[in-house]
């Protein structure tokens, strides 16, 4: 099946900082999407990006298909962006029909102390 | 727009003993996937439904798990008997439908965390 490798592991910050996130995958996807995990479990949804680039107030993603990763950026980071951030992609066929099961990376733990 | 709900939120139970997990997608979204995550590793696809069909059940771990969505609305996730190593937390997702060329995001409830002692 696709591998997905998401790098740091863990990162820790002050607040005002700005940090990066990657994702690495190992197959072509037809699916991408960040996610935040706050402190209660909750798994919310940052960005669909199985391409190009978005931006959402302090964040943003960027997804290159091609070259097979995809960057999280967070800035200015607030003690409420302490989690674990996953990426997850949805292998895709050559016809571009997906298979509908996302695969997860390990996550990124993220700590901003104030 | 309500989104997608699970239940219980939390379940202690005994090994041996069966439980069974409620999930209401978004209205309107065909789509249903569960996912889990066992303590220490990472999220793991279980299945995918297509309305009330099975699309894809190849992520379920073995035959003491069984998942239903009569009716094509909620779905249930029923283990028995459980073992400790189900412990975890499950996931629910929905989606809308699926059409030629098209991804749809996934939308994940809050999960449901399960104890098995």
């Known amino acids: 099946g696709i591998q997905v490798e998401q790098s740091p592991p863990d990162l820790i910050l002050q607040e005002g900082a700005n940090s990066t996130l990657r994702c690495n995958f190992s197959?072509?996807?037809?699916?991408l999407q960040w996610f935040h995990q706050n402190p209660w479990g909750q798994l919310i949804n940052l960005f669909y990006i199985p391409s190009g680039t978005k931006q959402n107030g302090r964040l943003s993603a960027t997804t290159v298909a091609t070259e097979r990763y995809s960057l999280l950026y967070i800035s200015s980071s607030q003690t409420t962006d302490s989690g674990v951030y996953f990426c997850a992609v949805e292998r895709g066929n050559a016809g571009g029909t997906s298979y509908g099961k996302l695969t997860f990376g390990q996550g990124t733990i993220l700590t901003v102390h104030p | 727009e309500a989104g997608v709900t699970q239940f219980p939120s939390h379940s202690v139970i005994e090994k041996g003993q069966t439980v069974t997990l409620r999930c209401d997608p978004i209205?309107?979204?065909?789509?249903l996937y569960w996912y889990r995550r066992v303590m220490g590793k990472e999220i793991k696809f279980l299945l995918h439904?297509?309305?009330?069909?099975?699309?894809?059940e190849s992520g379920m771990p073995n035959n003491r798990f069984l998942a239903e969505r009569t009716g094509g609305t909620y779905s249930t996730l029923k283990v028995q008997p459980a073992e400790l190593e189900d412990s975890g937390v499950y996931f629910c997702?929905?989606?809308?439908?699926?059409?030629?060329?098209?991804?749809?995001?996934?939308?994940f409830g809050p999960g449901t965390r399960l104890l098995v002692l």
């Open positions: 997702a929905s989606s809308q439908v699926r059409l030629a060329g098209y991804q749809e995001t996934q939308y």
């Open positions: 439904f297509v309305k009330e069909s099975k699309q894809d």
């Open positions: 209205s309107g979204h065909d789509n």
């Open positions: 197959d072509s996807v037809n699916n």
